[in-house]
């Protein structure tokens, strides 16, 4: 059973640049989850991907958007970077959206992205 | 979602019973509690979680009291490698609700 990665695992821009990362779920699962956690805080939930739909979103602007594809993998695009998008972009995968067992979500080790 | 409540940071000696505690008197009767752990630079990690009754896996024991309202994590055993940060999370639907969790530290 192959768990969830993430690419790449370091990542430096420009702030007005574009950054696409990219997340390969946990094979069986058809949910995919991104958040991003700044240096010092818990993950937060920016939007999730359930077979292909986008299914719920948090409190981030428009120009974070995502993509799933049917395979399950999933892409996060950040568009016009600004300096307080560096972070960690942790994508999780999971069986489901519901809570419970099936909601039980695996996270991959992460992107750290850093914006000059 | 439920917001939780947790200390900050906690110590624990090498060998000892870690109990993390957490409090979540909003929980509503459809949420369940979950418990993740990150170890530095990593991404979370599950590690247990329940409903209503006490639940028990290979890494943790939970204990939800009666009234839902709080519960404890319990690392029977610990060890250096259980340093991390706990979070205790109330999850309905969709999303997991990171707070900013506890901060245990393992002492040899």
């Known amino acids: 059973e192959t768990g969830v990665t993430q690419s790449p695992t370091h990542l430096i821009k420009t702030r007005g640049q574009q950054v696409t990362l990219r997340c390969s779920s946990q094979s069986g699962h058809n949910t995919v989850s991104w958040y991003q956690q700044a240096l010092g805080q818990g993950p937060q939930f920016i939007f999730q991907?359930?077979?292909?739909?986008?299914?719920g979103r948090g409190n981030f602007p428009p120009r974070f958007s995502g993509l799933q594809f049917p395979n399950y993998s999933s892409e996060l695009n950040v568009n016009a970077l600004e300096l307080d998008d560096s972070a960690l972009y942790l994508c999780a995968s999971s069986l489901g959206t519901s809570g419970g067992p099936a909601g039980e979500q695996f996270f991959g080790p992460g992107t750290r992205l850093t914006v000059l | 979602d439920a917001k939780t409540t947790q200390p900050p940071s906690m110590d624990c000696a090498e060998g000892r019973a870690a109990n993390l505690p957490c409090n979540h008197s909003?929980?509503?009767?459809?949420?369940?509690v979950y418990w993740y752990r990150q170890i530095h630079s990593q991404g979370p990690q599950y590690i247990i979680h329940g409903l209503k009754n006490n639940e028990t896996n290979e890494m943790a024991s939970l204990i939800i009291t009666e009234d839902r309202k709080s519960s404890t994590l319990i690392l029977p055993h610990a060890t250096l490698r259980d340093t991390a940060v706990y979070y205790c999370?109330?999850?309905?639907?969709?999303?997991?609700?990171f707070g900013q969790g506890t901060r245990l530290t393992i002492n040899p």
């Open positions: 991907y359930y077979r292909e739909e986008e299914n």
């Open positions: 999370i109330v999850k309905g639907a969709q999303k997991l609700v």
């Open positions: 909003t929980i509503s009767g459809n949420e369940y």
